[in-house]
């Protein structure tokens, strides 16, 4: 559900900034029930499943990369405060081979996108409403 939200943020340019901002911080609530719902080590258990398949690209890649240029946050997969079971999750599934490599790939995409100035109209509308919030925790 986050990586949805966060997309629909980042595709609707034309929304208002109080609409992306309020994307932003549902964001923000969903990584945190999303916690809660990680067993451990991984998403279900200790064994990897689809679930864990299904997050990786965006925990691992998308959150980290985006959050931090566009919005200023820090890296919500290194959050041990607001989001320890979601960093044990990250280390865990992190460690294995096929991962490392599905992140460099997603990362080296997503580093395309913000050197063709994807994200410049968002950070523009951030820009306009600095009284908004947009940075979490």
Known sequence: AAHLLLKRALTRFRSSALALCRQVAE??????????????????GDTLTEADFALWPTLSSFLPFML???????????????????????????????????????????????????????????AAHPELKWKFP
């Open 27 to 44: 964001l923000w609530k969903q990584l945190g029930v999303l916690n809660g719902l990680i067993i451990g080590p991984y998403a279900a």
């Open 68 to 126: 931090p240029r566009v919005f200023g946050w820090g890296n919500v997969m290194d959050d041990e405060t607001n989001l320890p079971k979601l960093k044990a999750w990250h280390a865990a599934v992190g460690a294995l081979p096929a991962a490392q490599r599905v992140k460099e790939e997603v990362m080296s995409a997503l580093q395309g996108w913000e050197d063709s100035g994807r994200f410049t109209p968002i950070k523009a509308q951030m």
